[in-house]
């Protein structure tokens, strides 16, 4: 499978601000996805990037407030917006290589928002 | 919203022993997947099973699967400190590519 590296690893940011996780991938592939883990949590699915058109958005997540890039089939990024501490999470992103296969996932982003 | 529902939620075993971990889920699937993920860091996929498929086995990993109970359950058999993590199930629908999670187990393993 092909392998994500995702960045920054963690960070600490003051509220009001922004921050972009990065995410690269070793091969093409088709739909990407960012999840988020907060404390002690689950995962929760934000949005499903796909090159060429807008991400699509669970309930709950609005672009405004998590906009998305996905500028070709190897790299994705996803912008935490207008930060407040209830965005503190550790934000993960994921490809699956084929239907019926595992997914794979980037060694995440922890956030701080003080 | 959560598919899945782990429980126990909390285990904690001595090394050598066996930990059995169990998931429930709501809807239809395509397969069903266990993730181990390390102190808050990414995730790893551990075993796919389909839904067509009762029992399926990876080194010292054993998952079933109860279509007709909507349930799953791990076993990791002679366990060891290196195998302390929290595991998580999530169902793929098929027709989306989203995998939702359940809650997760944490497992602690005591040498």
């Known amino acids: 499978s092909a392998v994500i590296s995702q960045k920054p690893s963690r960070d600490i940011c003051q509220r009001g601000t922004s921050l972009t996780i990065q995410c690269q991938v070793d091969s093409q592939v088709t739909m990407m996805f960012w999840y988020r883990q907060q404390p002690g949590q689950s995962l929760t699915l934000i949005a499903t990037a796909n090159q060429g058109s807008e991400a699509t958005y669970e309930s709950g997540f609005v672009i405004d407030k998590f906009p998305i890039s996905r500028p070709n089939l190897t790299f994705s990024t996803l912008t935490v917006s207008n930060m407040s501490p209830e965005d503190s999470s550790i934000y993960l992103c994921?490809?699956?290589?084929?239907?019926?296969?595992?997914?794979?996932f980037g060694s995440g982003t922890r956030l701080t928002v003080v | 919203s959560q598919q899945g529902e782990e429980d126990p939620q909390a285990l904690s075993i001595q090394e050598g022993e066996n930990a059995t971990m169990n998931c429930s889920y709501k809807?239809?699937?395509?397969?069903l997947q266990w993730y181990r993920q390390n102190s808050g860091r990414g995730l790893v996929h551990l075993i796919l099973i389909r839904s067509n498929e009762r029992e399926k086995h990876s080194g010292r990993l054993r998952v079933t699967l109860d279509t007709s109970k909507k349930s799953s359950s791990l076993l990791i058999t002679a366990s060891r400190a290196a195998d302390t993590a929290s595991y998580f199930c999530a169902t793929d629908g098929g027709s989306n590519y989203k995998l939702t999670f359940g809650k997760g187990t944490l497992l602690t393993v005591n040498p």
């Open positions: 809807t239809s699937i395509n397969n």
């Open positions: 994921s490809y699956q290589k084929a239907p019926n296969y595992g997914y794979t």
